[in-house]
């Protein structure tokens, strides 16, 4: 896929890898509920997620700290939001079956979420780091 095509490709090299994996570790999730695999394999997936996508924010935050990024505040707010939304995701994986359609739902909710805050908030930083040289 050519960058100009690639909705993760925000023109930061570090994080666009970040976002590529995170993104494919959600994807292989959801696959694992849609083929009704077992709750403890798609829970190893979903925590394989968690852990990336935990240090891809992280990582984020300490860019936003080293570059003074004045959206830093209103972007670590979305980062908490995503961390909840993943703790609610996880212990319902524990709750309920991995099939279970509403787990379906919510997986697919967080995964709307994440593309979003990657073309909304995470373009925007993007954008102010390669105004600083950052490639």
Do not use: C, W
Not at 2 to 17: F, K, M, P
Not at 59 to 81: C, I, N
Not at 114 to 133: C, M, N, T, V
């Amino acid at each position: 896929m050519d960058q100009a095509s690639d909705t993760l490709a925000l023109g930061v090299n570090a994080i666009d890898r970040e976002h590529h994996a995170l993104m494919s570790l959600i994807a292989k999730f959801i696959a694992y509920l849609k083929a009704e695999a077992d709750a403890e394999v798609a829970l190893a997936a979903l925590r394989e997620a968690i852990m990336a996508g935990n240090a891809h924010m992280e990582h984020e935050e300490e860019l936003m700290a080293q570059s003074d990024y004045p959206g830093a505040e209103e972007h670590k707010l979305h980062h908490r939001t995503a961390r909840l939304n993943y703790t609610t995701l996880m212990s319902d994986v524990f709750a309920f079956q991995a099939h279970d359609p509403a787990l379906l739902e919510q997986s697919a909710r967080i995964e709307a979420m994440l593309q979003h805050h990657i073309s909304g908030p995470d373009r925007q930083f993007a954008e102010y780091l390669k105004a600083r040289g950052v490639n």
